[in-house]
């Protein structure tokens, strides 16, 4: 079982995942903030590339982070493909949003909108997790209660002692 300590690193460096993939899904937005601010023309080689990049950016980023953290031993392969799995889910869903709000409100709304989102898939893991570890928890007491009331027993009754070959044939005799 992790210790305190243990369990609060792990958390912070889930934060730090967070906060790196919502900076990367602002990012998304760049493009037509740019081009909504005058910094950029709405034509143009920069505006086609800039939204090609922008749109993949947050998975390149996602698929780095947690390839190096496996690479470098930090995970094991199947929990990074896993956290990363979530991660893009979590990422296309709240883009998805984001791009419903962009078009109907615009895209400075849409950036909340899509930080929001991210932030309730959080919540929810983090309930789900809570949820199955506080199960787990429960069936390891219950466990541990039937070996104290049979340990109990025994004490009180003494160790049940079945009847051995050689004595079931003197009795049968």
Do not use: H
Request: hydrophobic fraction near 45%.
């Amino acid at each position: 079982m992790k210790t305190y300590q243990e369990m609060l690193a792990s958390y912070r460096k889930r934060q730090r995942n967070t906060v790196v993939d919502t900076i990367a899904t602002g990012l998304t937005y760049m493009d037509e903030i740019a081009v909504d601010s005058g910094l950029l023309e709405e034509t143009g080689l920069l505006t086609e590339l800039t939204g090609s990049v922008c749109g993949a950016l947050p998975f390149a980023i996602i698929a780095v982070q947690e390839g190096s953290k496996v690479i470098l031993g930090l995970k094991p392969v199947a929990n990074g493909v896993q956290d990363g799995t979530y991660r893009m889910v979590k990422t296309g869903a709240a883009l998805g949003v984001g791009a419903a709000v962009a078009a109907g409100a615009g895209f400075w709304a849409a950036i909340p909108v899509t930080m929001g989102v991210r932030a309730l898939f959080d919540r929810y893991r983090s309930r789900t997790l809570t949820g199955m570890r506080v199960q787990g928890r429960i069936a390891r007491l219950q466990e541990l209660n039937a070996q104290l009331r049979k340990a109990r027993e025994e004490e009180q009754t003494g160790p049940v002692q079945l009847p051995q070959p050689e004595m079931i044939a003197v009795i049968s005799n």
